[in-house]
């Protein structure tokens, strides 16, 4: 056969990927001292001992490279991603990429000057460094943030903020990690970024109303310190089939469990089918744990002052002894609040049925303004 028709067929053949080339998917998981970072919650603890929040951590990428195992790199220049962890927007993919093994990964977190100097109205409305997508640009000084880290922390009695704001071509990251990627196949890549590391090495960073922010001016020495915790700051979790539950996930969330879960047995009579749970997001005992905390838990409603258990109340089968319920305003609804039982079996949910899952349904009483009205 001619080769060019060869290739014409291969290229048919193999439609989304080059031939012998691979994608790889890049998530970032957001840690505090190893465990799942939870924002906004002052559970953290630094190693200087301060319980700390954290409310922002946004960063820029440039530049990826990856190493083969000949030593040699094959890096993607003009390259950018924006990665804001509290939005979940914590992934990219690598497309095309030749097949083959590799051992080391590196990226820039921030950008080259010239980038970083040049036009910002020139990027397309969803490109990473458009400022409209990333949030990160200061008009005023005509230059990026490279990465923004911003919380709250208990100053003694009150309760304080802070921003780290690292900026300017001085503070430029590095990072580069070992790892050991076969690209023979679709692969994704989790790397960690552990925010707790980003206080403590190789500099302990303490909390103090003089060191609450950072904006990178020239001689800021805690923005040099701040930069070169951030780069030790990342390492990699693991490395897996990709798509691994895309299949499963597709239109929905895709959530993340942690590593440490513990798995739940769900029981039922034997004689009732098996039902149709939610294959993206397995019961753990802690989920479940979770679940019951919230579903009594009053801040989920305007002003505090009602949970799912006041119109839900357990010792009434989940249910209320009035004709229609009333909710936080006082507003009295115009449908009585069911008995909730047996949900994981059902496939309508609602008096009219107006609800296919629990995932639609929960989230209407605690919008409802005549019920939680959040
Ligand atoms: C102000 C009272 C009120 C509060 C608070 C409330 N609900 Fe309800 N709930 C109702 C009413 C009324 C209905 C029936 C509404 C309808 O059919 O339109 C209902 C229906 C439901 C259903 C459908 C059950 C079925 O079998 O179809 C579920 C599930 C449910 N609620 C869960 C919750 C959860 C979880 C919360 C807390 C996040 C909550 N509810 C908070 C009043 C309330």
Not at 36 to 65: H, M, Y
Not at 226 to 231: F, G, S
Not at 335 to 354: P, T
């Amino acid at each position: 056969m001619y080769p060019a028709l060869k290739r014409t067929l291969l290229a048919l053949l193999l439609p989304a990927n080059i031939a012998g080339a691979s994608d790889l998917r890049v998530d970032f998981v957001p840690r505090f001292n190893g465990v799942p970072l939870v924002f906004d919650s002052l559970a953290n603890q630094t190693a200087g001992g301060q319980k700390i929040s954290v409310t922002r951590l946004d960063f820029l990428l440039s530049d990826v490279a990856l190493r083969r195992a000949d030593g040699t790199w094959i890096e993607q220049k003009n390259w950018f991603a924006f990665i804001g962890a509290r939005d979940g927007k914590t992934n990219f993919t690598l497309e095309n990429i030749p097949g083959g093994n590799y051992d080391r990964i590196r990226f820039h977190i921030g950008l080259e000057p010239a980038i970083n100097h040049g036009d910002a109205a020139q990027w397309p409305a969803d490109h990473p460094l458009n400022p409209e997508v990333d949030h990160l640009y200061w008009g005023w000084s005509k230059e990026y943030v490279f990465l923004a880290l911003e919380g709250g922390w208990q100053n003694g009695t009150r309760q304080s903020g802070f921003s780290y704001h690292l900026a300017t071509d001085r503070q430029l990251m590095t990072v580069e990690l070992p790892v050991a990627l076969d690209l023979n196949s679709d692969r994704e890549l989790q790397i960690a970024l552990d925010a707790g590391k980003i206080f403590a090495t190789p500099n302990q960073i303490e909390l103090s109303d003089s060191s609450d922010t950072s904006h990178s001016r020239t001689n800021d020495l805690l923005a040099g310190q701040i930069r070169q915790n951030v780069e030790a700051a990342f390492g990699v979790d693991g490395v897996r089939d990709f798509p691994p539950i895309a299949e499963l996930t597709r239109g929905t969330n895709y959530i993340e469990i942690a590593p440490n879960a513990t798995p739940y047995r769900f029981t039922f009579a034997d004689y009732f089918p098996r039902p149709d749970l939610p294959l993206d997001n397995p019961l753990t005992g802690e989920g479940v744990v979770l679940g019951s905390r919230l579903f009594f838990d009053r801040r989920l409603s305007a002003g505090n002052s009602e949970s799912c258990a006041t119109c839900h109340n357990p010792r009434l089968a989940f249910s209320q002894p009035r004709r229609f319920s009333r909710g936080v305003d006082g507003d009295i609804g115009t449908r009585n609040a069911m008995a909730l039982e047996n949900l994981a079996w059902k496939d309508s949910f609602f008096w009219d049925g107006r609800a296919a899952t629990l995932r639609e349904q929960v989230l209407q009483p605690i919008q409802n303004p005549i019920e939680m009205h959040e």
